[in-house]
């Protein structure tokens, strides 16, 4: 059961981009950062709970924050789900991260360059979900670790507290993550549209749909 989970989640947890910023009506005025930059800045707060580029959003830094600390929270509680220690759990999350910083590429160009919907070509090499389902189902590693949680709750007995458990746990986890496949690259046309930031002084390009960059990302 647990190895089906991670096959369906591991996929860093993903939760809507919220609806912080307000869909500007039609004007002169322009963004100053180009859609690309804009819609790079969305792929990376997916893929890596961060981005330097967040000024062509629009967000702000505490706006960015509760994105990144909703995305941090989810990865942390299916982690710990494997009955890491709250430690562990982010040990995990941050080794994750690291590893979708270092394989999955992202690029962004304007394939559509319009006034109103501008559509922006977004590069990636994404997750192979198929093939990280397979490996995950075949792990014997987290087949062992479902029996032995399994068993040690039978006993009354928290692995959470086991340091034998937490340090076989966490080389298995760590060991999944490198072995987890990444596509080769695919694209995503991503139309944008106007919308105004917090203060609503300034616009900004933003996806239409946000979730497709999501879905995208992750192998869907």
């Given at each position: 059961?647990?190895?089906?989970?991670l096959?369906k989640?591991?996929?860093?947890?993903?939760?809507?981009?919220?609806?912080?910023?307000?869909?500007?009506?039609?004007?002169?005025?322009?963004?100053?950062?180009?859609?690309?930059?804009?819609?790079?800045?969305?792929?990376?707060?997916?893929?890596?709970?961060?981005?330097?580029?967040?000024?062509?959003?629009?967000?702000?830094?505490?706006?960015?924050?509760q994105?990144?600390?909703?995305?941090?929270?989810?990865?942390?509680?299916?982690?710990?789900?494997?009955?890491?220690?709250?430690?562990?759990?982010?040990?995990?999350?941050?080794?994750?991260?690291?590893?979708?910083k270092?394989?999955?590429?992202?690029?962004?160009?304007?394939?559509k360059?319009?006034?109103?919907?501008?559509?922006?070509?977004?590069?990636?090499?994404?997750?192979?979900?198929?093939?990280?389902?397979?490996?995950?189902?075949?792990?014997?590693?987290?087949?062992?670790?479902?029996?032995?949680?399994?068993?040690?709750?039978?006993?009354?007995?928290?692995?959470?507290?086991?340091?034998?458990?937490?340090?076989?746990?966490v080389?298995?986890?760590?060991?999944?993550?490198?072995?987890?496949?990444?596509?080769?690259?695919?694209t995503l046309?991503?139309?944008?549209?106007?919308?105004?930031?917090?203060?609503?002084?300034?616009?900004?390009?933003?996806?239409?749909?946000?979730?497709a960059?999501?879905?995208?990302?992750?192998?869907?």
């Amino acid at each position: 059961m647990r190895t089906f989970m991670l096959a369906k989640k591991i996929l860093l947890p993903m939760i809507a981009i919220l609806a912080i910023l307000l869909t500007a009506g039609c004007g002169d005025d322009k963004p100053k950062e180009s859609a690309d930059k804009a819609v790079l800045a969305y792929a990376e707060l997916y893929a890596y709970a961060d981005t330097d580029k967040l000024a062509a959003t629009g967000m702000t830094n505490a706006q960015k924050e509760q994105i990144t600390q909703a995305l941090l929270t989810e990865s942390d509680q299916m982690f710990q789900s494997f009955m890491l220690s709250k430690d562990n759990a982010m040990e995990i999350t941050d080794y994750y991260i690291a590893d979708r910083k270092a394989n999955m590429e992202l690029k962004a160009k304007v394939k559509k360059d319009d006034a109103k919907n501008p559509v922006v070509e977004l590069t990636a090499t994404p997750i192979d979900t198929r093939g990280a389902k397979q490996q995950m189902d075949k792990n014997e590693d987290l087949v062992a670790m479902g029996v032995y949680i399994g068993l040690a709750q039978q006993q009354g007995v928290d692995v959470r507290t086991d340091p034998t458990y937490q340090q076989g746990a966490v080389e298995s986890l760590k060991g999944v993550i490198d072995d987890m496949p990444y596509d080769s690259e695919k694209t995503l046309d991503v139309t944008c549209e106007l919308v105004k930031s917090d203060d609503g002084k300034t616009l900004h390009w933003a996806p239409k749909d946000p979730q497709a960059i999501r879905k995208f990302l992750d192998g869907e």
